[in-house]
């Protein structure tokens, strides 16, 4: 029996829920989720929540959700069913539900078409030498820090730079404004969570109508000088799909543009940092690694699951439907629990084992139409940065765990990670 099947039932355990979730926002349950994780899948394989919907919990059923066409995202038409529709109307919530994560068919499959895998085995092969020139010149960077101090922040110095880099790099954007766009990504990120402040979502609209800006002038700058470059062809293609519409192509190459660019550069960033955290606290496993280099892309994949860099993602349901035993009318919001999917020991046995050969057994990076465009470049990247650091610091350690955004539920960020040699 699947563990769809194999369920027991559900309880709205209303308080119990609400003091988990409260857990996993303190600086406890983020360096420490896996209790959590256990204690909501005790509850059932769908969960309700306090407010509405439901949160699923199993590697099934959450499988399920992002397979099946039975489940969109939540657009701006489901929006506008809501009872409260002006609770979706914060700026920084409507800019984000006009890309690509945020869309359905017949629009999603459009863009999706017209985009194509932008990170196909012909581009990352073409991105694989600046890659190794990017990591390569970050990591010189570091040992100059743990030259002159002793211990350098990986974060700072390396993780959250090298996607950046390579994503701007990739769209010609100019490396002068590299940091204006992880400062303005860091804040917006805000308006994705579930219990976002009122000075959050604030601050969220400032940094969405920074986004707005810069995007808006890097379109009307690169149509006015186009180059041999990504950005120059989406403009030549969407402005021959709206001929006489301008002002719709913009739309559709603003959103892919701010889309492509933002929403891989935390999520990557804390895959980077994990990935070389989990390389690196074992002299052992690092020793290990160095003599079986093969094993790198198994790492990898062990860092994603073990700690998702996304841990909710919402679906709501497109028709009646039933999910784990449990009826549900169209609209049901459901939110996926990706980290206690990936911990869910019907699935992954000793889930709380840190495992370099178990095969890989997540769904973080979705599946389904909504798959994660920019996978495949964050392989590429880790790949990279984890082979050079093995071979450049061999006895490289952190000194002591992650320093996270305790307020994120969402997507998750590590904002520190102490090194030396």
């Known amino acids: 029996m699947t563990a ?36 909501l ?117 390396v993780a959250e730079l090298l996607p950046v880099r390579t994503v701007c790099e990739w769209l010609s954007i100019p490396e002068e404004h590299f940091p204006r766009i992880l400062h303005f990504t860091h804040r917006q990120a805000y308006a994705q969570e579930l219990f976002p402040s009122k000075d959050e979502l604030a601050e969220a609209g400032r940094a969405t109508l920074e986004m707005r800006e810069y995007f808006t002038e890097l379109i009307r700058d ?56 989990f390389a690196t606290e074992d002299p052992a496993r690092a020793q290990w690694l160095r003599a079986n280099p093969e094993h790198i892309e198994d790492l990898i994949e062990e860092a994603i699951r073990y700690d998702p860099p996304v841990w909710l993602n919402s679906h709501v349901a497109a028709d009646d439907i039933v999910l784990a035993g449990t009826p ?32 890989g057994g997540h769904i973080t990076f979705g599946s389904g139409a909504h798959y994660c465009l920019g996978a495949a470049l964050a392989r590429a990247e880790a790949r990279e940065l984890i082979a050079q650091v093995l071979e450049r610091f061999p006895t490289l350690r952190p000194t002591g765990p992650p320093s996270y955004d305790v307020s994120r539920l969402v997507f998750r960020r590590i904002t520190s990670l102490k090194v030396a040699t």
């Not at 303190?26 to 896996?34: D, F, H, M, T, V």
């Open 41 to 157: 899948r005790a509850l059932g394989d769908v969960v309700p929540s306090p407010w509405g919907g439901y949160f699923v919990t199993s590697f099934e059923a959450c499988s399920q959700v992002l397979r099946s066409r039975d489940w969109l995202v939540p657009d701006f038409a489901w929006q506008e069913r809501q009872p409260d529709p002006s609770r979706w109307q914060e700026l920084a919530t409507q800019e984000l539900t006009g890309t690509l994560s945020r869309i359905n068919p017949p629009s999603h499959t459009c863009q999706r078409r017209a985009l194509g895998n932008p990170f196909d085995r012909a581009t990352l092969e073409g991105l694989r030498p600046r890659i190794a020139t990017l990591a390569s010149s970050l990591l010189d960077d570091l040992e100059d820090r743990l030259r002159a101090d002793g211990e350098a922040d990986f974060v700072r110095t």
């Open 328 to 359: 549900m009318p169209k609209d049901t919001t459901v939110h996926i629990l990706y980290g206690s999917a990936a911990h869910d020991p019907r699935r992954n046995p000793d889930p709380h084992v840190f495992d370099v050969l178990r095969g």
């Open 4 to 39: 769809v099947g194999d369920i027991r039932g559900t309880t709205n355990h209303r308080r119990a829920v609400i003091s988990l979730l409260r857990q996993l926002r303190s600086p406890e349950g983020q360096a420490n989720p896996l209790p959590v994780w256990e204690k």
């Open 222 to 277: 690169r149509r006015a000088r186009p180059g041999n470059d990504v950005l120059t062809g989406w403009i030549h293609h969407w402005d021959a799909q709206y001929p006489d519409d301008r002002a719709a192509a913009d739309r559709v190459i603003y959103h892919l543009t701010m889309f492509i660019t933002i929403a891989s550069l935390e999520t990557s960033a804390v895959l980077l940092t994990n990935a070389v955290r």
